[in-house]
């Protein structure tokens, strides 16, 4: 409610005002004088009779030359008053009152309020709102509006100029949910990084693809392509290297050759090996290995176990000596001449031992 004034504002009523009226018209064009008063503005006015008798009354609303007043204001007692009595807006006690009360609430006020032109907040600002119920902050330069924010649900929301399109949502949880891209000068670190679109690091030269593909100079270009390639390359090492079967050998096994360097694994699990061009024998395994057959190429002479001795091998007298696979022949001994019935020069004995494996 806002008292106003008016400077020599005074003129005489038009019609009899009774103690308990609560209109009163003054002459007519008359009412010009007194302030235009808006929903809750009052003009304070004193009636003078004749006599010097006098009531102020508060006027709350006027129309042209015709008044709503509240009677008997400021102490004063309600009167009966005859038409060409006077009717003036004059400075009464209440006036200064109202002064001191609008000055008092400012001051009361002076350090709750931000200044338009700029201020320093040292508490915490608090924008409440009943309709709507989230109320907007508005960011405007030169007169122009740029962005709109709001709170939602325990958040915060950053709409676009038009207030039509939603550019990024802040939850009460943190998570950000942006509506265009995210650019980022240094680390984004903490928890999910969900994005609908391609992610960039290194300015833009680097990305991970809605698909899951990557680009990046490292690679040469897309990730995908960079293993492709590297796996067809193995592939074709691969198939150059792929066991190739001797048809010369029939069933015998497979042959994986590098120049004079060879393996040769046959169909009863024997494995042999070529080195520079020189076979090196059998590696056998302990289910098919048979001492009495064969032997490991490395294998040795049993210097400890049996050995036999056979002959003599001479003229007249024994002429062939045979000794079997695994014996092999460990040393001789030539006989000495004792007489034409018993050993005899240039008679030899061959001695044997068999092959263990080392």
Known sequence: MAQKWANNATTTLATDLAPGALSMSVLPGAGVKFPTLAAGDFVQITLIKANGSLEIVRATAKTNDTFTIARAQEGTQALQFLAGERVEARWTAISPQTLQAAIDAASALAGTKVAKSGDTMTGDLYIRATSPASPWIHLCADGYVFTHIRAANGGMEWYNSAINARNMLLDDAGTITNRGGVYAGGRIQGGDLLSNGIVYSGGGASQ????????????????????????????????????????????????????????????????QVQVDGSYQGYMWTSGNFNPGAKANYDAMPDTVGTQIEIGPASRPGTGAIDAGSPWVMCGIRVGNWVGPSADSAGSIYPRFTSIRQR
Do not use: H
């Not at 809605?210 to 490292?218: C, F, K, Q």
């Not at 392509?225 to 079967?245: E, F, S």
């Open 208 to 271: 991970l693809t809605p698909d899951g593909n990557v680009y990046g100079s490292a690679w040469g270009g897309y990730l995908s392509n960079w293993l492709n390639n590297q796996l067809a390359a193995k592939q074709n090492d691969i198939n150059n290297r792929t066991p190739i079967r001797n048809a010369g050998w029939n069933n015998y096994g497979y042959v994986v050759t590098n120049s004079v360097n060879s393996m040769q694994i046959w169909w009863d699990g024997r494995v």
